[in-house]
């Protein structure tokens, strides 16, 4: 006898991707054969939280089946929407303790401390290597001849001067007790990274160490967020610390850290931004979560009515990034770009999350929901923050003795209909922004070391902040040299990791297009704010040490390909064991060529012959 059609509850059979996914799962977390760190490298392979964006409703269309073949998903994954909306951390195994005969309780804490301790102990690594010898080469290298000075002249004053020519040579010669000139000086950057490299002087002096200080110390600390922000990415201490392993063992990072340039530190506040957003997904995500209605097995199911009419409410991570983002923006101006990115890829994670949480409209959710509070924790917060780091500048004089163009708008821009609207702070820096903008756009000037971006990531064509051909026996040139020494200081990326990441590359945007992996999309975003503005500008001057700002997510990148090459957990220990020994063997070798790259990362006098060895492309000379 049949069950009558009005009383028919229609049953939905998992599909084989959704079978697998759940297998995956109950493997990654129960298997007993399972090797250490297996569920923190599957997590970047096979987690159930890379199809974590797509509805339980959404029914694919036949073209994305017909892309299966290639990996695309065609189902989203069945059970609780909540490990979904926040999927729980991978529990490192235990079986390394036991297998080096770690007692069982100090394994358990060491398992519960590793999620703060194996990033500290990578940072750790990082800082030593940063700070040491930080003041050497004691001279002024290659852009710290505008930077170091124009910082402390921000730091004492609060505008740049113009310094006399032999400015470098008395500050190097005398500890930095020179005077500091009147003149105002026109500069075309920001002056939040002058403040940042200034800060640093005032605590240890007007010398090398001093105004390499500070970049040294967000460089390292640069690392400590990269570890925490791969750990919550990919919900795997191990990938994380990876990911801030190979950035610390990178060159241009490690120079770019020892040297007071204004790239560093704008990298600092764009990953600090972005480690900013990533924490507001998670805490907006718990919040819709807790909002959908549990069934009988206290398990938490797709729910319209929460989906689209949950209100997040207050977000301070997403004030923070907004914050972040004008410190970026008043470092160099590239990081407006970098904001309009972020903004972006934020409005989609909370496309995304109500769609899972079950939204039928999950768009005009946001549209309704979080849109308008998303612009205003963000664009406005970074206006504010930009112009606040000109306080300096809007605070000197107005006679001609304040900042540069500082008293233009009581002397040459009252001509205006709207000079009334506006304050003259307002309009004088307006002029200066719009001459600054102007210089950037038309500057063409050759340089010996100008690059073309197209060559940025395969480090084409590094630059070379110092060099010097110390004598045998003179300035740490070895007495057998034979002929004169190379001391150089190099901008050159680890050559093994940025090859690995051209290919890391492919892997992350083929894991975003054809298997809707939100982290895959979230690096690429990452990367493709950093590097793809600078193709807008192939006629301009620039350089290779560029490419600093997107250098964190490539690391991501490779941390991501590293894991998948070990593979998951459901794989053959024959399988398992080939992966793990592959993603080895490369990690190895970019700390390698770190090693042996390291003299010219530090200007170490080296002979001639050992530095032509280590000029691998004819166009690192």
């Known amino acids: 006898m049949g069950v009558p059609a009005s009383t028919r509850v229609p049953v939905t059979r998992p599909s084989s991707q959704e079978r697998t996914e759940a297998g995956h799962t109950a493997h990654a977390r129960d298997s007993p054969g399972a090797v250490p760190y297996d569920g923190a490298v599957t997590s970047t392979a096979s987690s159930t939280d890379t199809r974590q964006e797509q509805s339980p409703l959404e029914q694919r269309q036949t073209w994305q089946h017909r892309l299966r073949r290639f990996g695309h998903p065609t189902s989203a994954v069945r059970g609780d929407v909540r490990d979904r909306l926040v999927p729980p951390y991978t529990e490192p195994s235990g079986r390394l303790w036991k297998t080096l005969g770690v007692p069982p309780a100090l394994s358990g804490r060491l398992v519960r401390w590793s999620g703060w301790g194996g990033p500290l102990l990578v940072t750790l690594v990082a800082g030593v290597l940063r700070f040491w010898n930080l003041g050497h080469p004691k001279a002024v290298i290659f852009d710290e001849t505008y930077y170091a000075k124009d910082a402390w002249a921000l730091v004492h004053r609060g505008f740049e001067v113009n310094w006399d020519k032999e400015a470098n040579r008395l500050i190097l010669d005398s500890g930095g007790s020179v005077p500091i000139p009147a003149d105002a000086a026109y500069v075309v950057h920001p002056p939040v990274g002058k403040y940042v490299i200034g800060l640093g002087e005032l605590l240890f002096g007007f010398d090398p160490f001093g105004w390499r200080f500070m970049t040294a110390l967000l460089g390292t600390l640069s690392v400590l967020m990269l570890c925490r922000i791969g750990r919550r990415l990919f919900r795997s201490t191990f990938l994380g610390c990876l990911a801030g392993a190979l950035m610390a063992v990178d060159g241009l990072h490690f120079v770019m850290s020892r040297t007071a340039l204004l790239d560093g530190v704008l990298m600092f506040f764009v990953l600090a931004a972005f480690g900013c957003l990533l924490i507001d997904r998670d805490k907006a995500r718990a919040k819709l979560a807790a909002a959908l209605p549990v069934d009988a097995d206290g398990r938490a199911r797709p729910d319209v009515e929460a989906a689209e009419n949950t209100r997040i409410g207050f977000r301070p991570w997403r004030l923070a990034a907004g914050l972040m983002l004008g410190l970026a923006i008043g470092t160099k101006w590239n990081g407006l770009y ?4 972020f903004c972006v890829m934020s409005v989609l994670w909370d496309v995304g999350a109500r769609r899972v949480a079950g939204a039928v409209r999950p768009r005009l959710a946001v549209l309704k929901r979080d849109l308008g509070w998303a612009f205003l924790s963000t664009v406005p917060v970074a206006v504010v923050t930009y112009f606040a780091s000109w306080i300096g500048w809007i605070l000197s004089a107005t006679d001609g003795s304040g900042g540069y163009y500082r008293d233009w708008a009581t002397r040459d821009g ?17 002029h200066y922004e719009n001459q600054v903008y102007e210089f950037h756009v038309g500057l063409s000037s050759p340089h010996t070391y100008e690059s073309n971006p197209w060559s940025w990531i395969v480090t084409g064509r590094p630059v070379s902040y110092f060099y010097e051909s110390p004598a045998p026996g003179v300035d740490g040139c070895p007495v057998d040299a034979g002929e004169k020494c190379a001391q150089e200081v190099l901008a050159l990326g680890t050559p093994m990791l940025w090859w690995v990441g051209c290919l890391a590359l492919l892997y992350v945007l083929w894991r975003w297009a054809f298997r809707r992996d939100w982290r895959a999309g979230a690096i690429a975003c990452g990367i493709a704010a950093g590097y793809a ?9 620039i350089f290779y040490f560029y490419a600093i700002v997107f250098l964190p997510f490539l690391c991501l990148a490779v941390a991501m390909l590293l894991g998948a090459i070990v593979g998951p957990p459901r794989s053959t220990d024959t399988r398992r064991v080939a992966g793990a020994t592959a993603a080895g063997v490369l990690t190895l070798l970019i700390i390698w ?20 060895s280590r000029m691998w492309l004819d166009t690192w000379v």
């Open 338 to 341: 970098i904001m309009a990115a």
């Open 414 to 430: 009252r001509r205006s209909d709207w000079s009334w609207l506006f304050p003259d702070w307002w309009r004088s820096l307006w």
């Open 533 to 541: 503005p600078w193709f807008l500008y192939q006629e301009r001057t």
């Open 593 to 612: 060529n770190f090693i042996y790259f390291w003299p010219i990362y530090t200007g170490t006098p080296i002979p001639i012959d050992d530095w032509r």
